[in-house]
């Protein structure tokens, strides 16, 4: 298990190396750069710009640079665009705000989705499967940016119950409406998966057995059923949590949150090309780490599988 | 019970004496005990440091938190800043500004000595500020060699005779140069702050300043607060403690935390205006913003061959017809616009544009006949491409555009890119028509026309015209050159370089509370010294 799990970490940094470099090299075929304004900037100043960023030497120099300095100092550069923030203080900023409602949002979609699922097959053609079924489609036709707005003209206007936007530190009332937000359409996919691969569980031959020995109900469901059942889901998750986790740019646009997700958007909009590579890796090394954790986690539902 | 007891004392000496509960009144209304004002900015903040920023929304807290020589008043003339008075050479080549005595934050004097470094800072080549042309633009000696780094900082044209005395050497007299001293990359900096921190020196706690608030909190991408610095020497005078800006990327969330009662101002989406004053008369308000709305016609050597064509050009123009933009699109009370300066620009006539006057039949049956006459028609067709940075509004327009092109037998082809790649295209003149706005700069008609001048770099139109440059140089040299630029109006008239469009105004939601917004102020200068809200 551990040389599996070295043996991923060998392959995951020349993985990383390629994002770096192919990022970069998109990043700078873009037309227009970070200077490039409204207001053309007179020639001299430019030039100005250009040799305080480094982007007047040769491409291959700049990308050696900064390999050579996220390697070594784990620096990120100075932002070409917020001129008195840098990268890591950008996103160390800005990240822990996205894990926040990330993490929360990803807990109760996972926690409310599969109880759904789970009991909408369970009680299958019951009213309580087509009241899941039926919220979980009505759910997943609601993207967030319709959701966002609605919950505002809800909590807010109308009622006046929750703050429309804002952060503070991460106080819940603050919390309540990027969570529900964010977390609805991934609990009406997790309640989908649930549902459809409890069904195939249930009707398993080893299900059979269990209960042709008498075994009872809640424990053949929690014991045999769950864990199988889940198996469809848990890969789902793994990106799926990369996605809430590294920020919702519908989710920071509408509620102020701060979080990386709209720094992020805005970074590729702006050319800022160090808060963009800074971001893109950071999403990069989690998308490789979590799904690394996905395979682990698959060893351990179903013991067939051996790394 | 004897809790109750004591409130209904409480209160009924509250009523009996409302002298205890020291109410201010101004104007004959009483104030209200909060004076926390909260608005609205779309983006976060690219900087906070006055010689990097080169933002609008950047622009009004550099304002609050620093004081340049010169502010500006709500119908936008001048008043002393932190230099009481100023006298000008004979030459006008010569001014020498008398500082107040004001204090920064730290408790230091505010003397010439921080407005050389702030200055030479702005010029100097290492801090590389995208604004360094604002000090060749205001014509400082030497300031082009320093920027080139040709020349050391230390030769910039200013001097500080003493701790009270800051004199200004220009290349050539410039009648509107004190007025340039109230743009934020002029204000003075605290080197000690800045050599101590670095570019921390803009964080809460680190950053000095000498306006009339502090920082006291910046969260990123949600909010920034600056509260009352009781060093400022007008301190007395500001009635509002705090002003809060929150980044609110949506414009229709924000209308409906403003709805709510979460903001005291916000802007009004695009087309939602007259829906929102026939409902809250007293709330929405549109007044005039110092923008110009126009398409470039690229008339140089990369652009298409019909718009060389003057004829061309005029029919192109002719036939748009501007009510139906700002009436039936724009919706905001917008005015139609058939020159470049924005109407309401101080000192600024409109010249009589002979086109302005027409009927738009008559208009589109001239540029009928232009067209002919250069040779397009139902033999000759003629299709240009109209290119416009992505956003519901500019498609609108051109969209509209289209259609009144539509009637003249010209074939429009839309072609919408990002913000960035439209801007390098017209700057590189890689394009037919395109889509673009000008702010100005300060209030004055140069702000606009120096655009047009052949060695302006943002002449995205390749227009070059030598009476037009001759026109605009004599125009810097003389105390009223309101006339050269009437002559200068009617030359882009009659040669069409673009496509004017719209002048703009500025279209906000604001509670009603709230008081000394300077409506007036075409260039939407504000300071929330000059704020504040009154008992509902």
């Keep these: ?110 926690v409310v989705g599969v109880t759904l699922g789970a009991c909408a097959a369970i009680y299958q053609n019951s009213w309580l499967d087509y009241i899941t079924v039926g919220i979980s489609i009505g759910a997943q036709v609601l993207p967030n940016f319709v959701m966002a707005p609605i919950l505002v003209l809800i909590f807010t206007l109308m009622l006046g119950w929750l703050p429309g936007g804002g952060w503070e530190g991460g106080q819940w009332q603050y919390l309540v409406m990027p969570v529900i937000a964010l977390s609805t359409s991934y609990m009406a996919s997790i309640a989908r998966l649930t549902r459809s691969s409890m069904l195939e569980v249930l009707t398993s031959n080893h299900i059979r057995t269990a209960r042709a020995k008498g075994m009872p109900a809640r424990r053949i469901i929690l014991n045999h059923a769950l864990k199988p059942a889940m198996l469809p889901v848990v890969s789902y998750l793994g990106p799926t949590f990369v996605a809430m986790v590294t920020g919702s740019v519908v989710i920071d646009m509408y509620f102020s949150t701060g979080g990386i997700g709209l720094a992020f958007v805005n970074a590729a909009l702006n050319r800022d090309y160090s808060l963009m590579m800074g971001v893109t890796i950071l999403v990069g090394a989690l998308t490789i780490l979590f799904s690394l954790i996905v395979d682990l986690l698959y060893a351990w539902i179903d013991p067939r599988i051996r790394h | 019970m004897k809790k109750n007891w004591l409130i209904a004392t409480a209160l009924s000496a509250f009523i009996a004496f409302p002298a205890l509960a020291e109410t201010r009144v101004i104007n004959g209304e009483e104030l209200a005990a909060d004076q926390t004002f909260i608005y609205r900015i779309l983006d976060d903040f690219k900087t906070l440091d006055p010689q990097l920023n080169s933002d609008v929304s950047g622009s009004e807290v550099m304002r609050d938190l620093f004081e340049g020589l010169m502010n500006e008043k709500a119908d936008g003339s001048l008043e002393p800043g932190v230099a009481e008075s100023y006298t000008v050479s004979d030459d006008g080549k010569t001014y020498t500004f008398h500082l107040r005595d004001a204090l920064w934050s730290d408790g230091k004097p505010v003397t010439a000595g921080d407005f050389v470094y702030a200055w030479q800072r702005l010029a100097n080549p290492e801090t590389a500020s995208e604004y360094a042309w604002y000090m060749e633009l205001m014509g400082i000696e030497n300031a082009s060699a320093v920027v080139k780094g040709e020349a050391d900082p230390s030769e910039l044209g200013v001097k500080a005779i ?80 705090k002003s809060v800006a929150l980044i609110i990327n949506d414009e229709a969330q924000a209308l409906t935390r403003y709805l709510a009662g979460e903001l005291h101002k916000t802007e009004v989406p695009t087309g939602q205006y007259p829906r929102l004053k026939e409902q809250y008369p007293d709330q929405a308000t549109a007044v005039p913003y110092s923008c110009s709305y126009f398409y470039w016609l690229n008339m140089s050597d990369k652009g298409p061959e019909a718009l060389k064509d003057v004829r061309v050009r005029k029919a192109l123009s002719y036939a748009v017809n501007r009510d139906v933009i700002v009436d039936r699109i724009m919706q905001g009370g917008q005015t139609a616009a058939y020159n470049l300066t924005h109407t309401a620009t101080a000192n600024f006539t409109t010249p009589d544009i002979p086109y302005a006057s027409w009927t738009q039949q008559e208009r589109v049956a001239k540029a009928k006949e232009l067209l002919a006459e250069a040779g397009y028609g139902p033999q000759n067709p003629l299709e240009l491409k109209i290119s416009y940075n992505t956003s519901e509004g500019h498609k609108k327009i051109a969209i509209a555009v289209s259609q009144f092109w539509k009637a003249i037998g010209v074939t429009a082809v839309l072609e919408n890119t990002e913000w960035k790649v439209h801007t390098e295209n017209m700057q590189d003149k890689n394009y037919e028509v395109a889509r673009y706005a000008w702010c100005g700069d300060y209030n004055e008609a140069s702000t606009y026309l120096d655009l047009l001048t052949s060695y302006s770099g943002h002449n995205n139109a390749g227009f070059n015209n030598a009476d037009y440059d001759a026109l605009m140089a004599e125009s810097k040299t003389i105390a009223d050159p309101s006339e050269l630029y009437t002559q200068a109006e009617a030359i882009l008239a009659e040669e069409m370089p673009f496509i004017p469009m719209y002048h703009y105004t500025n279209v906000n939601m604001f509670k009603p509370n709230l008081r000394g917004w300077p409506l007036e102020n075409v260039m939407r200068t504000w300071y929330s010294r000059d704020l504040y809200l009154v008992k509902d």
């Design chain 2, 162 to 241: 003493d701790d009270k005395t800051f004199e200004v050497k220009l290349i050539n007299p410039l009648p509107y140069f004190p007025a340039m001293t109230v743009h934020s990359s002029t204000f003075p900096s605290p080197q000690w702050a800045i050599e101590e921190h670095g570019q921390n020196w803009t964080k809460p706690g680190n950053m000095v300043s000498n306006g009339a608030y502090v920082l006291t909190e910046y969260a990123p991408g949600e909010k920034l607060v600056r509260e009352r610095n009781v060093n400022y020497w007008n301190n007395e005078e500001t009635i509002l403690d």
């Design chain 1, 1 to 110: 298990m551990l040389s599996y799990i070295a043996r991923r970490i060998m392959i995951a940094i020349p993985t990383l190396l390629v994002l770096i470099v192919f990022s970069f090299l998109l990043m700078h075929l873009a037309p227009g750069s970070p200077f490039t304004q409204e207001r053309a900037i007179p020639p001299e100043i430019l030039a100005n710009l250009e040799a305080k960023y480094g982007l007047d030497q040769p491409l291959y120099v700049q990308l050696l640079q900064y390999i050579k300095n996220v390697v070594f100092h784990f620096d990120f550069g100075p932002s070409f665009v917020y001129k008195d923030r840098t990268v890591n203080e950008i996103i160390a900023n800005g990240f822990p705000i996205t894990l926040t409602y990330g993490v929360l949002s990803f807990v109760v979609a996972v």
